[in-house]
């Protein structure tokens, strides 16, 4: 199975910020990985498919990038609806599976 | 809009069985891939497993946790998404969401459904 290191688990952060999370994958998984967000008791978004592409109706301050195995995600500045938890997903092969999580918070 | 609703969830012993539904609306049900995706208890996503469709006779692919226990079907006429779960375990416990699958990766998400085995 292919497994997705996420990093880090958590961070602090200002409104505003810049915030960069990454996934790496323990084998070339060319672009396959989509990004989702989650807030508490609801289903996940996805923001990004195909590593970098973002879904439609998602703010343009979310981005993806990475190939292979090295993956990120970035949020150019932090708005106070986007303190959430992050997962990234490989849907290179079978079983998909889903990095640990970050946990985005409020400093 | 694309809905999706899953039901059927709710407390079973280990050992038991219980059949999960999602009904879809919004969209043309029998085009897209489907997954199945849970969450235990303050925990990270798990991707469960999925169903393609017609074009490719409806395989099936799981997580090595769920192979040989549980088993998605889809009754397109009927808009709906199934999952069949055998042989519980207690680490089984989780919300279970069912989502579209678009561009290889989930998209359309429902709101979920609790199951919990317990004695």
């Known amino acids: 199975d292919i497994q997705m290191t996420q990093s880090p688990s958590s961070l602090s952060a200002s409104v505003g910020d810049r915030v960069t999370i990454t996934c790496r994958a323990s084998?070339?998984?060319?672009?396959?990985v989509g990004w989702y967000q989650q807030k508490p008791g609801t289903a996940p978004k996805r923001l990004i498919y195909?590593?970098?592409s973002l879904q439609s109706g998602v703010p343009a301050r979310f981005s993806g990038s990475g190939s292979g195995t090295e993956f990120t995600l970035t949020i150019s500045s932090l708005q106070p609806e986007d303190f959430a938890t992050y997962f990234c997903l490989q849907h290179n092969s079978h079983p998909r599976t889903f990095g640990q999580g970050t946990k985005v918070e409020i400093k | 809009e694309v809905r999706l609703v899953e039901s059927g969830g709710g407390l079973v012993q280990p050992g038991g069985s219980l059949r999960l539904s999602c009904a879809a609306s919004?969209?043309?049900?029998?085009?897209?891939?489907m997954d199945w995706v849970r969450q235990a208890p303050g925990k990270g996503l798990e991707w469960v497993g999925l169903?393609?469709?017609?074009?490719?006779?409806?395989?099936?692919e799981y997580a090595a946790s769920v192979r040989g226990r549980f088993t998605i079907s889809r009754d397109d006429s009927a808009n709906s998404l199934y999952l069949q779960m055998n042989s519980l375990k207690t680490e089984d416990t989780a919300v279970y969401y069912c989502?579209?699958?678009?561009?290889?990766?989930?998209?359309?998400w429902g709101q979920g459904t609790l199951v919990t085995v317990s004695s």
């Open positions: 169903i393609e469709n017609k074009h490719t006779g409806y395989i099936t």
């Open positions: 989502a579209t699958d678009s561009s290889g990766s989930p998209e359309n």
């Open positions: 195909a590593a970098s």
């Open positions: 084998q070339g998984i060319r672009n396959d």
């Open positions: 919004g969209f043309t049900f029998s085009d897209p891939y």
